[in-house]
């Protein structure tokens, strides 16, 4: 059964980048899934930040495109996303996820990680 | 973009009613494209439906999806304790890829 755990710093401050690393476990990254971020802010709904294939491609929303990367090591077993400029308007609880192996769904989710942009 | 509008916003029932989830999507959409999560406080959207009626891998049931076009269901047949939660519906399209509707919550009346 695969497994995410995301880890990364609970606080950011405003203007800063906001880095997070998603391991995964009980599975290979190179399975040929998708591995997406999701978050969802205080009182708010889920927001997909952007998905990554174990050979690097990328797609993000557009939305947030400009100031998020979403990067893989393969060797590690894990993927990252960092997003830049943040304000408090990034304050989440943000996911990694991979797709359902059905596809055109959401599979398996790591626990969440809260994330307070605040100085 | 394609929007994904839920109702009711709330629905208030008690443990063995029927619950009736609505997802109106803007513009017809495939079947195939369409999952349902539910969501707990504190926990991970845990997959229930993809493909619009099929059942994730363990649900029970009483949960059920159906519908095409723009409109779609999710039915939660005899309501257990456990399910009071916030549910949301998901679409797989390009530009973003996935986007999910507001949400319903489905609370203890």
């Known amino acids: 059964q695969v497994q995410l755990q995301e880890s990364g710093p609970g606080l950011v401050k405003p203007s800063g980048t906001l880095s997070l690393t998603c391991a995964v476990s009980?599975?290979?990254?190179?399975?040929?899934?998708?591995w997406s971020w999701v978050r969802q802010p205080p009182g708010k709904g889920l927001e997909w930040i952007g998905e990554i294939y174990h050979s690097g491609r990328t797609n993000y929303n557009p939305s947030l495109k400009s100031r998020v990367t979403i990067s893989v090591d393969n060797s590690k077993n894990q993927f990252s996303l960092k997003l830049s400029s943040v304000t408090a308007a990034d304050t989440a609880v943000y996911y990694c996820a991979r797709e359902a192996s059905s596809g055109y769904s959401l599979g398996y989710w790591g626990q969440g990680t809260l994330v307070t942009v605040s100085s | 973009e394609i929007v994904l509008t839920q109702s009711p916003g709330t629905l208030s029932l008690s443990p063995g009613e029927r619950a009736t989830l609505s997802c109106r999507a803007s513009q017809s959409v495939n079947s195939r494209d369409v999952a349902w999560y539910q969501k707990k406080p504190g926990q991970a959207p845990r997959l229930l439906i993809y493909g619009a009626s099929s059942r994730a891998t363990g649900i029970p049931d009483r949960f059920s999806g159906s519908g095409s076009g723009t409109d779609f269901t999710l039915t939660i047949g005899r309501l257990e304790p456990e399910d009071f939660a916030v549910y949301y519906c998901q679409l797989y399209v390009r530009s973003p890829l996935y986007t999910f509707g507001q949400g319903t919550k489905v609370e203890i009346k």
């Open positions: 009980g599975g290979s990254i190179n399975s040929g899934n998708w």
